[in-house]
């Protein structure tokens, strides 16, 4: 069966969107398990999971329903297929790599643990960015309640990351200097990473693809690229 040039891309796309939030859970896991300190959202997680059991990745998928709720509430809108498929590949990876990771005793390759699980969770999200196939759950808040307030969205994402840090400490969440390091690196990694992806993910996009001739008759409409929806 010989795909279109335009379903080639839209398969492409999700398949790049999915390995991105794949790598991310790796990248998490590898913070979780470092034991030294998470990002704010995984203190959260780890907190909820210490006080009322479950998992970590179950937590993870449990807030991110909970927040595409409110987020759909508050846009009167239904929320998009990529913010799904983020909460519900998130979660389930989280969990799967957990139960592979252990905590290594040494301390160097705890810190070498860390700084990798940074870097590949920057590097995951590049990727999964990269498509453009649509905003996580935590991003549609971050997007509604910046159309709700007015406010710029990085003091919202500053404001909801501060939150729900508090939130996950007051319940036990693991908060060090990986939490530190995280918040002041992530920013760093993401901004290198996510031009790279987009280089990699447009040229895989345009591999094999057939330019058509205007002699050969007509241009079809279908072969214009089509991009999955993108939240803004």
């Known amino acids: 069966m010989i795909l279109s040039n335009a379903r080639r891309r839209f398969l492409l796309r ?3 969107f999915s390995i991105g939030l794949i790598i991310m859970s790796f990248g998490v896991a590898l913070m979780i398990e470092a034991d030294l300190g998470s990002a704010p959202w995984d203190v959260l997680h780890i907190g909820l999971y210490l006080q009322f059991g479950l998992t970590v ?3 993870s998928i449990i807030v991110g329903l909970f927040i595409l709720a409110v987020s759909s509430l508050m846009l009167k809108m239904w929320p998009q297929a990529g913010a799904v498929l983020n909460m519900l590949l998130v979660g389930v990876f989280i969990d799967i790599f957990l139960l592979v990771l252990s905590t290594p005793e040494s301390l160097l390759l705890r810190s070498f643990m860390l700084v990798s ?3 590949i969770m920057g590097y995951g999200i590049g990727l999964y960015i990269a498509p453009n196939c649509g905003a996580g759950p935590r991003d549609s808040l971050m997007l509604a309640l910046h ?3 007015g406010w710029a969205v990085s003091r919202v994402r500053g404001v909801m990351e501060i939150f729900v840090l508090l939130i996950g400490w007051l319940l036990g969440g693991p908060v060090f200097i990986g939490t530190i390091l995280f918040s002041v690196g992530i920013g760093a990694v993401v901004g290198r990473a996510l031009p790279q992806c987009r280089v990699f993910v447009q040229q895989i996009l345009e591999r094999g693809v ?3 001739d205007f002699h050969e ?3 079809r409409s279908d072969d214009h ?3 999955c929806k993108e939240a803004r």
Do not use: M, S
């Open 14 to 16: 999700w398949l790049f």
């Open 57 to 59: 990745g179950t937590w």
């Open 117 to 119: 699980g940074i870097v």
């Open 147 to 149: 159309e709700l307030t």
């Open 210 to 212: 057939r330019y058509e």
């Open 217 to 219: 008759g007509p241009l």
């Open 225 to 227: 690229d089509r991009t």
